[in-house]
């Protein structure tokens, strides 16, 4: 029904033309829903204007196809003969959408009255029917728009909108100023409108859960240019670009376990003019991706994608992975038949109880030592376990012990540099200022005499984050970081997380987060790996596996300690008892307790 | 001076003959003495001659230099536009800043009076006192004055209205800066462009003010201002059947409407450099 | 709340007139009557002594101030202006005859200026930067600063004077005793349209750049994208749209700017000697009639003060959304 080919949308600015909308081409078929969402300034409402012919000042390029004619081109005429008889738009709600000097009936009925051969009765009638419709009482069609609250405008709008029944309903933003109710409430109504009248849907929000609930197709834009395309419910499940992948990390209604991390830098960074736009902002950019600009291109099922990696990568894939180590009687299954696939940018959290192999996941992964069955690979070709943890770029593991795991013996700066020097990288200076530069991210003091300090002088969260520190001098693709909060008192736990979370953010790296407390994974992973007895029980997005479970040990284990902490008074007692021992002892205790207590809950 | 050349291309074409124009006649001003050659207020030839090389602009009813009248007269415009424009500038800018800083009953009371004066039709008033305080220069510039100091307050007001609402002089009293320091830093910088521009603004309704109480013979009668000739040319009877309006009445008029307009033209560039949307380009203001 | 504020303001404005026309003739720098019997220009009015003493009286110059002030207001509310000394005739009754044709001028002026300066002006900014707006801009501004009776002696010079097309003076032909009414319509307006024209023109560069202003500040607002979303034709969106609200600002400045036309108006009556109260003024100026000076000046002021306030109960009705910022 809908057609744009190539289009493009160029304001000419004082410094420049602007380009709104770049190159974007879809369809959109009688009945269809789709969904645009993008950050501000992408693009999103130039896109939806040009189809009504409503920006004057910019100039567009390409085609615009509406039943087959041609929209935009020399005169406003094809345009005029479409506007609210055929394609209509509710507008985001704003103080002066609606003018301020007419009231709702006079606003509703120029309308009919320009559109429609109605006689005066009849047009009124309509516009009163419609706005009762639309859920407004009779009484307010009389009231000047500042009388309305916004649900109550925005409900108008709609009512505006739809007075002529239009073919194609244009919603820019339509619940953002409402509040939940009143927005399930204008949803429902647009819905159940819909399925009357049978009008195509384009929907331009923020709110992602407004997007999944309304729309069946979903265009990601940036800067302009389309950069992911398909079916709504997978492209918000499955994201293949790193683009949609942070536009639903940042979103509350989305993410709603996971702290909120915002994608870094603003999209007021001019990316260069011939490469992907988003490469200054994205996690995965590689040479490539400065100068060439990404493709269309169609993946699979509706799907279509512009990126140049082909979408967001996988950095690890361990397929089939055996580990049993000997015991003097018998050997133990440490690791069996696991599968596991580790994408760019992402925060795998693998979950299980104390000896379910999630640890020996970590040193297999590590190239600790090497799995008995199964394939690992890695980004690169050629590259295994054992030279991907020695090279910079690659990959690096921070262990639970920070006591055991940084010697005691060596200064701060020695332990920070340590692996560089080992790789004999750069000079020694650049060495120097690499450790320094870690060590600053991770918020210690790079003061030469902090920087002498020896390891035994240290707190164990000061031990921790420098054996971060020290991973991050590596500058890591993946992190693997096994229990490393588990022997840290609270408020250290919660410093190392956030400083962990936010250095992900900003540099992009991918991370195995490996822990036995779902509280602190919920609050950190993209997806979930559930571990029981070597076994990978579930897998799947942090949301999913949390909220339901399909594995019944799952379920059991998110049940018992998700859902009784509200009323299970003996785990406060537990954290007391753990917080005046010292840590060695403490975990111990707490396991035999959390043993011996297993069978009833675990 | 450097600071005006540096700002002289940001006028336009129209604001640059402004400026001409206006230097032209202050030099007239300055100068009258060296410019004419006959007394301005006595005859000096024949009635109504027409211009010669002589009397180049002619003569009027009483044989007095048109030119000499001219010339004298430029003083007496720019003497009173710029008198009112100082007083009622200076008087203004105080009671504006005055009264946005303290606020509370203080400004109330001055928005009173300012509003109540701004509805007043002017001229009607002016004709009443001068009217009853008598023809002459200095009542005419206190009378205007008295009605002037109302525009500049207002504006001065409304800005400081909304210096004072910013962070940074809220944060600057925070830190504990005394009314004083306040004007001198913050407020009066800032103001100062829009008084100037008032000011010019006062002084072409000043001289136009005045032309029109000369006009109806409510000026000093011992001046010859570029009102009064225009004045004494109307009321000649035989004026509008005659040639003598041809320089008579049209050089005064030439006069003073190229004045009213330099001025009108240099101040509205004036306050396109003066806005503060405009301020940063040209840093320091007018 | 707001508008009892307003209406004290008012009342506080109009007696604080009151006043000053009351004290004026207290504040002249000697006695007035000294001054009267100089010698002064063309007309020397010598009043008698009874005139002098009508003038006390009426004046309470004779008596205590607070009580001949109660009285002047007493009898101001009685309608009563005083008595001219120079035509010996009630100073109401002057008022009267003369108000109609200053009236006629200033509505005629307003009528004109607005109705061409909105059209001018919304038709600058639809059109903004092309030439059409680039030439009407600089006209209107040259035209919008010279003041009217610059205008006006203009306009009398050429084309009253020099080309014969419109009468030199005056609002009627007089000793015409039978003619129709349509000939003294015809006449009337004959007499009108060069004082209405030198008012109309400096007002019509003032209106002309404030609606030019107002509508392109009203073109990108949100609700004439809206109007131009629904397909409305660009009549109405210009007119319902753009210019309903163009009126709220139009309106106040309409009237705040009335008291300046009638200054104008007082000048260009004496230029045209077009018999309403500005050529009364001066002429009472001329000969120091100092009752009839107060009495026109404090008709003139009453009126624009109302229209004023007129205005703000007008804009009460014009935008809806002052209405409810009271309730």
């Known amino acids: 029904m809908l057609e744009l080919n190539d289009l493009s949308i160029v304001y000419p600015e004082n410094h420049g033309p602007l380009t709104a909308v770049d190159h974007v081409s879809l369809r959109l078929e009688r009945g269809g829903r789709l969904g645009i969402i993008g950050e501000s300034g992408c693009g999103k409402s130039s896109l939806a204007l040009s189809l009504m012919g409503l920006n004057r000042k910019a100039r567009t390029h390409g085609t615009i196809v509406y039943q087959g004619v041609q929209l935009n081109g020399q005169s406003d005429k094809a345009f005029k003969a479409v506007r609210w008889k055929k394609i209509a738009m509710v507008f985001q709600n704003g103080s002066e959408v609606l003018n301020p000097v007419l009231n709702v009936f006079e606003q509703l009925d120029e309308v009919l009255k320009t559109h429609r051969r109605f006689s005066t009765k009849q047009r009124r009638e309509l516009v009163l029917t419609w706005l009762e419709r639309v859920g407004l009482d009779r009484n307010w069609a009389f009231e000047f728009p500042h009388r309305l609250s916004g649900g109550m405008r925005q409900r108008a709008l709609l009512a505006m909108a739809l007075c002529c029944e239009p073919e194609l309903l244009i919603l820019d933003e339509p619940t953002s100023s409402l509040d939940a109710r009143s927005r399930s409430e204008l949803m429902g109504l647009i819905d159940s409108i819909q399925a009357d009248q049978g009008y195509s849907l384009i929907l331009i929000s923020h709110q992602l859960s407004v997007i999944e609930a309304m729309t069946t197709d979903l265009l990601t834009l940036y800067a302009g240019q389309m950069m992911e395309y398909g079916p709504t419910h997978t492209l918000l499940h499955h994201p293949m670009h790193p683009y949609t992948r942070g536009l639903i990390n940042a979103s509350p209604d989305y993410q709603i376990y996971k702290e909120l991390w915002g994608m870094p830098g603003g999209n007021h960074e001019t990316p260069a003019s011939n490469g992907c736009p988003f490469a200054p902002r994205c996690v995965q950019k590689g040479p490539r991706c400065k100068n060439s600009r990404p493709q269309v291109q169609i993946i699979t099922d509706g799907r279509s994608l512009a990126c140049n990696k082909g979408g967001i990568e996988i950095l690890l894939k361990g397929e089939h992975l055996h580990k049993s180590f000997a015991l003097k009687k018998g050997t133990v299954q440490a690791l069996c038949d696991v599968n596991v696939e580790l994408k760019s940018g992402e925060i795998l959290a693998v979950l299980g109880k104390t000896g379910s192999g999630k640890s020996t996941l970590a040193h297999v992964l590590s190239g600790l030592y090497p799995s008995d069955q199964g394939r690992l690979t890695f980004w690169e070709p050629g590259l295994d376990s054992l030279s991907a943890t020695r090279k910079r770029d690659g990959l690096q593991i921070v262990f639970q012990d920070p006591y055991s795991s940084t010697s005691h013996r060596m200064t701060v700066l020695d332990t920070v540099k340590e692996p560089l020097d080992i790789l004999g990288w750069g000079t020694s200076e650049s060495r120097r200022d690499a450790a320094l530069s870690a060590l600053a991210q991770v918020e210690l003091p790079n003061k030469p005499e902090f920087l002498e300090k020896h390891g035994h002088a240290l707190s164990g969260g000061q031990r921790q984050r420098l054996s971060l520190a020290r991973a991050l001098t590596m500058k890591p693709r993946i992190l693997i970081a096994d229990e490393i909060t588990s022997m840290l008192d609270p408020s250290s736990r919660a410093n190392l997380l956030r400083t962990l979370m936010g250095l992900q953010n900003a540099q992009g790296f991918s991370m195995i987060f490996i822990t036995h407390d779902l509280f602190l994974a919920r609050k950190v992973a993209d997806r979930v790996m559930v571990m029981d007895r070597g076994r990978c029980i579930e897998q799947g997005s942090s949301v999913r596996v949390f909220q339901n479970p399909f594995h019944p040990r799952t379920r059991e284990l998110v049940d018992t300690m998700l859902g009784n902490v509200k009323n299970e008074p003996m785990l406060g007692m537990k954290q007391n008892v753990y917080n005046l021992l010292k840590p060695r002892e403490a975990e111990t205790f707490f396991q035999v307790n959390h043993n011996k207590e297993q069978r009833r809950t675990p | 001076m450097n600071r005006f050349t540096k700002n002289l291309h940001y006028f336009s074409p129209t604001g640059k003959a402004g400026l001409i124009i206006l230097s032209l006649f202050f030099l007239m001003a300055v100068f009258s003495a060296r410019l004419t050659t006959h007394p301005h207020d006595v005859s000096s030839g024949k009635a109504l001659m027409p211009p010669c090389f002589d009397h180049v602009l002619g003569t009027d009813d009483i044989g007095v230099d048109l030119w000499s009248q001219l010339v004298y007269g430029a003083r007496i415009s720019l003497l009173v536009g710029f008198l009112t424009a100082g007083i009622s500038g200076c008087f203004g800018a105080l009671v504006g800043m005055f009264a946005g800083y303290t606020g509370g009953w203080m400004d109330r009371f001055f928005m009173r009076i300012i509003d109540g004066m701004m509805v007043l039709p002017d001229l009607p008033v002016m004709i009443v006192l001068a009217a009853f305080f008598g023809p002459g220069l200095a009542q005419v510039i206190l009378v205007l004055s008295l009605f002037s100091w109302v525009f500049t307050a207002r504006i001065v007001r409304s800005r400081v209205l909304v210096i004072k609402q910013k962070e940074y002089v809220i944060y600057a009293r925070i830190s504990g800066a005394g009314p004083v320091y306040l004007m001198r830093k913050h407020l009066f910088p800032e103001v100062l462009p829009l008084v100037w521009v008032s000011m010019i603004r006062l002084a072409g309704k000043a001289i136009v003010a005045e032309a029109g109480l000369s006009f109806l013979g409510l000026g000093d009668p011992t001046s010859r201002s570029w009102g009064l000739i225009i004045y004494h040319a109307t009321r000649f009877p035989g004026i509008y059947y005659t040639r003598f309006w041809t320089w008579w009445l049209l050089y005064p008029f030439l006069a003073l409407s190229g004045m009213v307009l330099a001025l009108a033209f240099v101040c509205r560039d004036l306050e396109t450099l003066a806005d503060p949307r405009m301020n940063q380009k040209i840093s320091g203001g007018v | ?327």
């Open chain 3, 1 to 327: 709340m707001k508008k009892l504020g307003r209406l004290t303001e008012y009342v506080i404005t109009v007696l604080i007139i009151l006043s000053i026309n009351f004290f004026l003739p207290r504040m002249m720098p000697g006695d007035p009557f000294l001054f009267l019997s100089g010698d002064q220009g063309e007309q020397i009015s010598a009043y008698s002594d009874e005139q002098i003493r009508q003038y006390k009286a009426c004046y309470g110059l004779d008596q205590p101030i607070f009580r001949s002030y109660l009285s002047y207001l007493a009898d101001l509310f009685r309608g009563r202006l005083g008595q001219s000394l120079y035509f010996n005739e009630s100073v109401g009754h002057i008022v009267l005859r003369r108000l109609p044709w200053t009236v006629f001028l200033v509505c005629g002026a307003i009528l004109f200026s607005t109705v061409l300066g909105t059209a001018l002006g919304s038709l600058s900014a639809f059109y903004r930067n092309r030439l059409l707006d680039n030439v009407l801009y600089g006209f209107m501004m040259f035209f919008s600063e010279i003041p009217a009776f610059l205008i006006g002696l203009f306009f009398l010079f050429v084309f009253a004077a020099s080309l014969g097309l419109f009468p030199l003076s005056g609002a009627l032909t007089s000793f015409s005793p039978d003619r129709s009414v349509v000939q003294v319509l015809k006449d009337i307006i004959h007499h009108a349209v060069l004082p209405v024209a030198a008012l109309s023109l400096t007002r019509l560069g003032g209106m002309y750049l404030l609606v030019r202003n107002i509508m392109i500040s009203i073109i990108p607002k949100a609700y004439m994208r809206t109007a131009r979303a629904k397909g409305l034709s660009r009549y109405r969106i210009f007119i319902r749209h753009g210019l309903r609200n163009a009126l709220l600002p139009l309106t106040t400045r309409i009237f705040m700017s009335l008291g300046t036309l009638v200054g104008g108006a007082v000048l260009v009556e004496n230029v045209f000697a077009y018999p309403g109260l500005g050529l009364m003024i001066s002429q009472a100026v001329m000969v120091h009639d100092y009752p009839l000076i107060q009495g026109i000046f404090l008709v003139i002021t009453l009126l624009v003060l109302s229209a004023n306030l007129m205005s703000e109960v007008l804009y009460r009705v014009l935008d809806p959304r002052v209405k409810d910022g009271e309730g």
